[in-house]
């Protein structure tokens, strides 16, 4: 079964810095083997030709459906066809690529942002493109409040979308610097021409918008079930580019015949879990790698709440951290795929300069200790001889989560915990996870940022909670600390030390109160074949997030691949 992205429903990402609502558990996966510099991006100029095929599985046949505003059909439109503003390369520091706009200046107190909007950009239908454009589609999230995905409008104070000549301007109740990921790199601009009237302008939130009209690097030509061809908009506004001049994404109903055209080289550009993946694909071909950066966690998450005597204990939950030997439910669960997360919550190597080695390592979380274990789980009454059980809920159909647990299952008994996995169905885990009806469930949070902020905020700030019975947002594990909320309040107006600093105090709650057990690091599914596309993003030039379900960071990808043989 195939978790296709954290971005299934781009929603989330307003949920981890506010009280807006959570409704998905997707979660990601994927590979760590070592990168190599095969495919380095070279960004040219080349010869334009050739063609792409992308082997992602859906478990179902394509609905030609685009719209940008729908979680449901973006991921095939966003990047490819409709772009952002500003690119934000979460991978690399958050290295910004000007798009539709060339640049930007805050006001002092980061309420104000005032964009430039590129010259000469037309629309794939011939129409130009302007600053427009660019307010009619911001201001459109407020008249439609189900296309304001981010909750801009609502969460995150905007109050004015406005444009003057090539300039565009947004006005905030409060400091919105958190917020320019969301409203910069994620919020894909639509033509005033097309969304403003007919169908598109009376439901914009759900039309189907078959034939997508955007500034993108790709036009849709045409859509099937089976498979959507993209071909290379010809009057595309970086010159000479796109080189690739077709893209193929057919419609995998299974992992099965994915996997094969990806393992003959059929398929290019993979961006899936492949079970065995050494023997199966990479041992296939030299011109088959793998590079998949880890980008958030998947964890155990104990209730906090009272009411859950056991798991609201910190000595217990310290317990189970310090008895997990983490980098064996990777090897094991995982099949070394994904790599070891460690307690502060900070995903590595991606976010390094944030990392509090010595904070994990004074707490005796930097290695596993089954004596310490015991003696915390002794402290709380528990032992082998009177054992504590708990039960941990999982989604049925995710194997290699059910592996991890068995790992851990089997870690957990000689320190006096009987551990029962129960599978369930996707809706009856979310109810459970949002409502708080469990001890202890493994998941990974649907969104992140260019950040350790933004994961870490969905979990930890007691805004996202809700008592036992409502419905949560992120906080699922029902964490209050006012210390920490205030560390997130602080980061909106800090600069860049400063927010290192906020992050790493943040991380100091994590090693002392465990309100969640980091297990793995969840991670990009990249598979990319050399025969005759260059210009992959690698470990040395991680120039965008490498899975196809990434946006708008597909279409970084498709602008830098080129054909060898076109050359």
Known sequence: MTRRSARLLAAAAAICLTASACSSTQHRGGTTSASTSAGASDNGPHKKGGTVTISNEQGQTWTCRFNPFNPAAYLESNGFVYEPLIFVDELNNSAETPMLATGYQWNADKTSIVFTIRDGVKWNDGQPFGADDVAFTFNLMKQVPATDLYALWT????????????????????????????????????????????????????????????????????????????????????AGKPYIQKVEYPAYLDNGPANLDLASGKAQWGSQFIPGIQQFYLNKSADNHTWSPPVLNVSLYPNLDPSHKATSTLAVRQAISAAIDRSQVS?????????????????????????????????????????????????????????????????????????????????????????????????????????GDYDLAYYGQLTGGPTPYYELREILDSANTAPIGQSANSNYERYKNPAVDALFNQYATADDATQVSLIKQVEAAMVKDVPIIPVTESVDWFQYNTADIGGWPTQDDPYAQPAAFNFPDAGQVLLHLYSKSAQ
């Open 155 to 238: 969460a995150a104070g905007l109050q004015s979308a406005t444009a003057s000549g090539n300039k565009v301007t947004l006005t905030f109740k409060q400091p919105a610097q958190p917020y320019f990921y969301f409203f910069a790199d994620q919020v894909m601009i639509v033509p005033k021409h097309v969304f403003g009237s007919g169908d598109a302008a009376a439901h914009p939130d759900t039309w189907a918008d078959t034939n997508p009209v955007g500034t993108g690097p790709f036009m849709v030509n045409p859509c099937s079930p089976n498979n959507i061809q993209y071909t290379a908009n010809p009057d595309y506004w970086q």
């Open 331 to 435: 090897a094991i669960g995982e099949g070394g795929q994904e790599p070891a997360a460690n307690q502060s919550g900070v995903v590595l190597p991606t976010f390094q300069k944030y990392y509090d080695a010595a904070a994990v390592s004074s707490a005796g979380y930097d290695k596993p200790d089954q004596a310490k274990a015991k003696q915390l789980l002794s402290s709380a009454g528990y032992s082998p001889a009177h054992p504590l059980n708990l039960t941990v809920i999982t989604i049925t159909g995710y194997t290699d989560w059910d592996a991890s647990l068995a790992v851990i299952k089997q870690e957990l008994a000689p320190i006096g915990i009987n551990l029962s996995v129960s599978d369930l169905a996707q809706q009856t885990f979310d109810t459970k996870l949002f409502t």
